[in-house]
């Protein structure tokens, strides 16, 4: 079974400020990929950043970056020097390697509002 | 056009209405997935389609009948619903067979049954 949480129903940070968002993940896989999804109040799931079981080094992109410490099943998200429109739900997901139909699970979401 | 699209954005019907939604993709993916979102829970697989056939279908209520004409192409045809039907209705598009291809979606139709 796989099983995707995030603890974090609202968070806030201020402008320009550094925010990390929590996901822990439970899964009997011995590969799979962690993915972190952004959506906006019009809805649309954006896709941020992937990391792979198996990669040695965490992932970047741009402002994104996950913090993977794979002993302890966590991904959590950083964003670096936050932007306003950076407001919006992040969802943390999982694709284990095994599934057919590349089955993602996702979170239940945090909620992140940056203050001006 | 890129991406992922779905229409209608917006959708409010009655119980005993019949309507369809509409999903394509341009990405050259080979599968394509339903997605129901309701508030305060997560993201509920509805339907997967691999290669055109469907490899999913998670115990979803016969009022849902999805469509996939091609590997561009996703319906979900909606008959009978309840007011518990009313949520957001993600498409997303991917490659199976290879886990570490992140989904794309589409914008959603947020469909409310009166």
């Known amino acids: 079974a796989q099983k995707i949480t995030q603890t974090q129903p609202g968070m806030f940070v201020q402008e320009k400020e550094a925010v990390t968002l929590d996901c822990t993940y439970d899964?009997?896989?011995?590969?799979?990929?962690l993915f972190w999804y952004k959506q906006p109040s019009s809805g649309e799931m954006i896709f941020l950043i992937y990391q792979g079981s198996y990669d040695q080094q965490n992932a970047t992109e741009g402002r994104y970056s996950l913090n993977f410490q794979k002993a302890r099943k966590s991904a959590n998200l950083v964003i670096s020097a936050s932007q306003l429109g950076d407001s919006a739900m992040y969802f943390c997901a999982i694709s284990p390697g095994t599934n057919t139909g590349n089955q993602f699970y996702f979170g239940t979401g945090t909620s992140l509002t940056v203050i001006p | 056009e890129t991406g992922v699209t779905q229409t209608p954005r917006h959708l409010v019907m009655g119980m005993t209405n019949k309507k369809s939604l509409k999903c394509e993709q341009h990405l050259g993916h080979n599968a394509m997935y339903w997605y129901k979102q309701s508030a305060k829970k997560p993201l509920e697989l509805m339907f997967v389609y691999s290669l055109e056939e469907r490899v999913e279908n998670n115990s979803v209520p016969s009022r849902f009948s999805p469509e996939c004409p091609n590997s561009s192409h996703l319906f979900l045809h909606l008959h009978t619903l309840q007011p518990e039907d009313s949520a957001l209705y993600l498409c997303?598009?991917?490659?199976?067979?290879?886990?570490?291809?992140?989904?794309?979606f589409g914008n959603g139709t947020r469909l409310t049954v009166t």
């Open positions: 899964t009997s896989d011995p590969s799979y990929g």
């Open positions: 997303a598009s991917g490659d199976t067979g290879d886990w570490d291809s992140a989904l794309h």
